[in-house]
């Protein structure tokens, strides 16, 4: 039972360079989701996608972009990567937003450093 | 600027103690979530409470949405090493739910 797979687990990045950020989800999930966690803090959402061609921007967009051109994938993508950047990326899905039955499921996380 | 604050940062008890975390906003939420989170892991999520009032339980945590579905609490009875780890609440603002909101985290830790 795969259920949210990120890729990489760790990534050391040195200002300016590029990468993404990949999530998958092998569960049909219409919603996903992309959030930073910083040390000793909760997770702030930075986009989300509410079906497959729809994304939206949530509270710290700035700096990165994403694309929904499947519904099993949502890759987040770093353009000029800076040290406020250095965090660690969550990736999530759900079947719905609303209610009881939003349960999202999260990957393990990709750990970046930017030097 | 929605914001879900939760009380205590960080909470260190003896085992056998009773304990309780708020979640608290201004605003109101169309539903909110606890979640626990293991050092090097996703948030995995406890409970999700809709309904004003709304009280559920499990097994020795009891979860709690304020009537007017602006607050929640989250009360452990007799902790245990295992209830260890950073307690989370989310919630989905009743102007925009999909914008899931994420409090800052109570870090709690038992000792034996």
């Known amino acids: 039972n795969a259920g949210v797979t990120q890729t990489p687990k760790f990534r050391i990045l040195k200002i300016g360079q590029s990468m993404t950020l990949q999530c998958t989800q092998d569960?049909?999930?219409?919603?996903m989701y992309w959030y930073r966690q910083d040390p000793g803090m909760g997770l702030k959402l930075i986009y989300y996608?509410?079906?497959?061609?729809?994304?939206d921007k949530g509270e710290v967009p700035n700096g990165y972009n994403v694309s929904r051109s499947t519904t099993e994938d949502f890759p987040l993508r770093l353009e000029l990567a800076a040290p406020s950047q250095t965090s660690v990326y969550f990736c999530?899905?759900?079947?719905?937003?609303?209610?009881?039955?939003?349960?999202?499921?999260f990957g393990a996380g990709t750990r970046l450093s930017v030097l | 600027t929605q914001l879900l604050e939760q009380s205590p940062q960080f909470l260190s008890i003896q085992e056998g103690e009773n304990l309780t975390v708020y979640c608290n906003s201004s605003?109101?939420?169309?539903?909110l979530q606890w979640y626990r989170q293991e050092p090097g892991e996703g948030p995995v999520l406890l409970v999700t409470?809709?309904?004003?009032?709304e009280v559920k339980k499990l097994k020795r945590l009891t979860f709690q949405f304020g009537d007017a579905r602006k607050d929640s609490s989250l009360h452990i009875t007799a902790a245990q090493p295992g209830d260890t780890g950073l307690y989370l609440c989310?919630?989905?603002?009743?102007?925009?739910?999909?914008?899931?909101?994420f409090g800052s985290g109570t870090r709690l830790s038992i000792r034996p």
């Open positions: 996608s509410v079906g497959a061609g729809i994304t």
């Open positions: 989310a919630g989905g603002p009743e102007s925009s739910a999909s914008k899931i909101i």
């Open positions: 569960m049909n999930h219409n919603y």
């Open positions: 409470v809709v309904t004003g009032g």
């Open positions: 605003s109101v939420f169309s539903s």
């Open positions: 999530a899905s759900s079947t719905t937003a609303l209610g009881t039955k939003n349960i999202q499921y």
